[in-house]
């Protein structure tokens, strides 16, 4: 069955430090696909970055990066020169791919507290 | 504006009222699909429909009722409302049923069971 572990429920940083929220999954499928959500204050849900089980190549976006491992199946995510505005909860979530459902299969989620 | 819109964003109600949660999608998506959160357990598959008049059970089914009569709209219904049904519920969709997709997700509607 698939799982995803976020091991750090909650971090808390000063700004302009950098940041990793970790997560680690587990999934029988050889084809699955690996997200990040963002969830400010507000409450709703940010798509951040999907990745591709075959698709080894890290990614960064400014100030963000992941960093994908298949050999340790993990999916870490860097925030670098943090900002109150990165404030947030954030969610790994993974997606197997086959036919019928394709839920979000959810991290429990990790705080992020940058503080100024 | 592409978007996913729930309604009512907060409720707070009694045991034993049936209350209904709309869901509405402008993107023509075929997915859509029902979560909870709660704190401690992340977000959870309620129900999940993959197009029109086709719906079945995620993970956490009991208690809830869904129907998919038109594309863009996916109600999620509590015909007899518990405490443990306090959550904070989302909406989300996406263009069809693939794995690879992300979901959009509405702003989430908070609901409190009395």
């Known amino acids: 069955a698939q799982k995803v572990t976020q091991a750090q429920t909650e971090i808390s940083v000063v700004e302009k430090e950098d940041v990793t929220l970790d997560c680690v999954y587990e999934?029988?499928?050889?084809?699955?696909?690996l997200f990040w959500y963002k969830q400010p204050p507000s409450g709703e849900l940010v798509f951040l970055i999907r990745?591709?089980?075959?698709?080894?190549q890290n990614e960064i976006s400014g100030r963000y990066s992941w960093n994908f491992q298949k050999s340790t199946s993990s999916f870490n995510f860097t925030i670098t020169a943090s900002q109150v505005v990165d404030s947030a909860v954030y969610f790994c979530a993974l997606s197997e791919r086959y036919s019928g459902n394709t839920p979000l299969v959810f991290g429990k989620g990790t705080r992020l507290s940058v503080i100024a | 504006e592409a978007q996913v819109t729930q309604n009512p964003r907060y409720l707070i109600t009694v045991t034993g009222k049936k209350l209904t949660v709309t869901c509405s999608q402008n993107?023509?998506?075929?997915?859509m699909s029902w979560y909870r959160q709660d704190p401690g357990l992340g977000l959870r598959q309620i129900y999940y429909s993959m197009n029109v008049e086709v719906t079945d059970k995620g993970d956490v089914p009991e208690g809830y009722k869904v129907s998919r009569k038109e594309k863009r709209n996916f109600p999620l219904i509590l015909e007899s409302p518990s405490p443990n049904q306090t959550s904070l519920y989302f909406c989300a969709s996406k263009p069809t049923g693939e794995a690879n997709q992300p979901q959009h997700f509405g702003d989430g509607t908070r609901l409190s069971i009395l």
């Open positions: 990745r591709n089980s075959f698709d080894e």
């Open positions: 993107m023509n998506h075929e997915y």
């Open positions: 999934t029988r499928d050889t084809t699955y696909y």
